[in-house]
Protein backbone atom coordinates (compact mmCIF):
# COMPACT_ATOMS: atom_id res chain seq x y z
CA UNK A 1 0.00 0.00 0.00
CA UNK A 2 2.97 2.31 0.99
CA UNK A 3 4.07 1.88 -2.90
CA UNK A 4 0.67 3.16 -4.21
CA UNK A 5 0.60 6.01 -1.88
CA UNK A 6 4.00 7.22 -3.30
CA UNK A 7 3.24 7.20 -6.78
CA UNK A 8 0.08 8.98 -6.03
CA UNK A 9 1.90 11.72 -4.12
CA UNK A 10 4.61 11.77 -6.45
CA UNK A 11 2.05 11.38 -9.76
CA UNK A 12 -0.18 14.62 -8.01
CA UNK A 13 3.06 16.54 -6.64
CA UNK A 14 2.21 16.35 -2.94
CA UNK A 15 3.13 14.77 0.27
CA UNK A 16 1.26 12.11 2.56
CA UNK A 17 0.77 14.95 4.70
CA UNK A 18 -0.81 17.05 2.48
CA UNK A 19 -2.55 14.76 0.30
CA UNK A 20 -6.65 15.81 0.34
CA UNK A 21 -7.79 13.50 -2.53
CA UNK A 22 -6.46 9.40 -3.06
CA UNK A 23 -7.97 7.45 -5.62
CA UNK A 24 -5.72 3.68 -4.82
CA UNK A 25 -9.03 1.31 -7.12
CA UNK A 26 -6.46 -1.40 -7.76
CA UNK A 27 -3.50 0.03 -7.50
CA UNK A 28 -1.91 -2.27 -4.75
CA UNK A 29 -3.32 -5.97 -3.84
CA UNK A 30 -2.95 -6.76 -0.12
CA UNK A 31 -5.36 -8.31 2.59
CA UNK A 32 -4.61 -5.87 5.11
CA UNK A 33 -4.16 -2.40 5.21
CA UNK A 34 -0.44 -2.08 5.28
CA UNK A 35 2.27 0.05 5.88
CA UNK A 36 2.65 3.57 7.51
CA UNK A 37 2.36 6.05 4.71
CA UNK A 38 -1.53 6.10 5.53
CA UNK A 39 -1.46 7.15 8.24
CA UNK A 40 0.54 10.08 7.64
CA UNK A 41 -2.26 11.36 5.69
CA UNK A 42 -3.15 13.24 8.26
CA UNK A 43 -5.28 15.88 5.56
CA UNK A 44 -6.92 13.27 3.25
CA UNK A 45 -10.54 14.13 2.78
CA UNK A 46 -11.51 11.68 -0.20
CA UNK A 47 -10.38 7.51 -0.02
CA UNK A 48 -10.76 5.35 -2.73
CA UNK A 49 -9.28 1.64 -2.43
CA UNK A 50 -11.98 -0.65 -4.67
CA UNK A 51 -10.56 -3.58 -5.80
CA UNK A 52 -7.77 -4.51 -3.80
CA UNK A 53 -8.14 -7.28 -1.97
CA UNK A 54 -8.93 -6.25 1.44
CA UNK A 55 -10.26 -8.73 3.71
CA UNK A 56 -9.97 -6.65 6.86
CA UNK A 57 -9.58 -2.98 7.90
CA UNK A 58 -8.08 -3.66 11.09
CA UNK A 59 -5.28 -2.01 11.27
CA UNK A 60 -6.92 0.94 9.25
CA UNK A 61 -5.47 4.48 10.55
CA UNK A 62 -7.51 7.15 12.77
CA UNK A 63 -7.92 9.49 9.65
CA UNK A 64 -9.59 12.75 11.62
CA UNK A 65 -10.10 14.15 8.67
CA UNK A 66 -11.65 11.81 6.00
CA UNK A 67 -14.64 12.34 5.33
CA UNK A 68 -15.24 9.85 1.98
CA UNK A 69 -14.06 6.35 2.08
CA UNK A 70 -14.65 3.85 -0.54
CA UNK A 71 -14.01 0.07 -0.27
CA UNK A 72 -16.03 -0.81 -2.95
CA UNK A 73 -15.11 -4.43 -4.99
CA UNK A 74 -12.98 -5.74 -2.01
CA UNK A 75 -13.35 -8.84 0.41
CA UNK A 76 -13.95 -7.13 3.56
CA UNK A 77 -15.55 -9.39 6.01
CA UNK A 78 -14.32 -7.71 9.16
CA UNK A 79 -12.42 -5.04 11.07
CA UNK A 80 -14.98 -2.46 10.45
CA UNK A 81 -14.09 -1.25 14.37
CA UNK A 82 -10.74 0.14 13.18
CA UNK A 83 -13.04 3.09 11.37
CA UNK A 84 -14.52 4.47 14.81
CA UNK A 85 -10.99 6.73 14.35
CA UNK A 86 -12.19 8.51 11.41
CA UNK A 87 -14.68 10.57 13.30
CA UNK A 88 -15.38 13.36 10.20
CA UNK A 89 -16.66 9.92 8.01
CA UNK A 90 -19.68 11.37 6.81
CA UNK A 91 -19.79 8.61 3.55
CA UNK A 92 -19.06 5.06 3.59
CA UNK A 93 -19.02 2.68 0.40
CA UNK A 94 -18.40 -0.91 0.95
CA UNK A 95 -20.70 -2.53 -1.76
CA UNK A 96 -19.61 -6.05 -2.98
CA UNK A 97 -17.49 -7.20 -0.24
CA UNK A 98 -18.11 -10.54 2.72
CA UNK A 99 -19.93 -8.46 5.13
CA UNK A 100 -22.37 -11.22 6.57
CA UNK A 101 -24.23 -9.61 8.97
CA UNK A 102 -25.77 -6.50 10.42
CA UNK A 103 -24.42 -6.91 13.79
CA UNK A 104 -20.42 -6.41 12.02
CA UNK A 105 -22.16 -2.80 11.30
CA UNK A 106 -22.31 -2.11 15.70
CA UNK A 107 -19.16 -0.34 16.37
CA UNK A 108 -19.40 2.08 13.44
CA UNK A 109 -22.91 3.01 14.02
CA UNK A 110 -22.06 4.15 17.64
CA UNK A 111 -19.01 5.77 17.05
CA UNK A 112 -19.95 7.35 13.55
CA UNK A 113 -22.29 9.62 11.94
CA UNK A 114 -22.77 8.44 8.64
CA UNK A 115 -25.24 10.03 6.17
CA UNK A 116 -24.32 8.08 3.68
CA UNK A 117 -24.03 4.24 3.17
CA UNK A 118 -23.41 1.88 0.48
CA UNK A 119 -23.69 -1.65 1.28
CA UNK A 120 -25.12 -3.12 -1.88
CA UNK A 121 -24.10 -6.71 -2.80
CA UNK A 122 -23.11 -8.00 0.37
CA UNK A 123 -24.15 -11.47 1.80
CA UNK A 124 -26.32 -9.17 4.72
CA UNK A 125 -28.24 -7.68 2.08
CA UNK A 126 -30.45 -10.63 1.50
CA UNK A 127 -32.10 -10.01 4.81
CA UNK A 128 -34.97 -8.70 3.63
CA UNK A 129 -35.48 -6.45 6.23
CA UNK A 130 -31.32 -5.34 6.42
CA UNK A 131 -32.43 -1.85 5.35
CA UNK A 132 -34.81 -1.68 8.31
CA UNK A 133 -32.22 -3.11 10.62
CA UNK A 134 -29.49 -0.59 9.54
CA UNK A 135 -31.38 2.70 9.12
CA UNK A 136 -32.60 1.80 12.75
CA UNK A 137 -29.29 1.10 13.69
CA UNK A 138 -27.79 4.74 12.44
CA UNK A 139 -29.96 7.25 13.34
CA UNK A 140 -27.72 10.10 11.17
CA UNK A 141 -28.22 7.66 8.04
CA UNK A 142 -29.84 9.44 4.95
CA UNK A 143 -29.12 7.39 1.97
CA UNK A 144 -28.75 3.25 2.29
CA UNK A 145 -27.90 1.84 -0.83
CA UNK A 146 -29.43 4.56 -2.86
CA UNK A 147 -32.54 4.77 -0.59
CA UNK A 148 -33.91 7.13 1.94
CA UNK A 149 -35.16 5.93 5.46
CA UNK A 150 -38.74 4.89 3.78
CA UNK A 151 -37.11 2.40 0.69
CA UNK A 152 -37.57 5.19 -1.60
CA UNK A 153 -34.83 5.86 -4.16
CA UNK A 154 -32.82 8.91 -3.80
CA UNK A 155 -32.24 10.43 -7.38
CA UNK A 156 -29.13 12.37 -7.79
CA UNK A 157 -29.02 13.23 -11.12
CA UNK A 158 -30.71 16.75 -11.50
CA UNK A 159 -29.57 16.68 -15.18
CA UNK A 160 -33.00 14.81 -15.78
CA UNK A 161 -35.22 17.84 -14.34
CA UNK A 162 -33.24 20.32 -16.11
CA UNK A 163 -33.89 18.42 -19.23
CA UNK A 164 -37.66 17.94 -18.52
CA UNK A 165 -37.90 22.02 -18.02
CA UNK A 166 -36.15 22.60 -21.68
CA UNK A 167 -38.80 21.02 -23.45
CA UNK A 168 -41.57 23.75 -23.26
Known sequence: MDAAIEKWCAEMGTTPEKVVTMYLDEKFKSATVEGELLAKCENLKTLSCASCGLTTLAGFPALANLKDLSLNDNRIADG????????????????????ANVDDLKAVAEELT????????????????YHEKVMTMMPTLNVLDGRDEFGNEIDDDDEDDDEDEDDD
Open 114 to 129: LSVLELEANPLTENED
Open 80 to 99: LEALVGCKALSSLSLANNKL
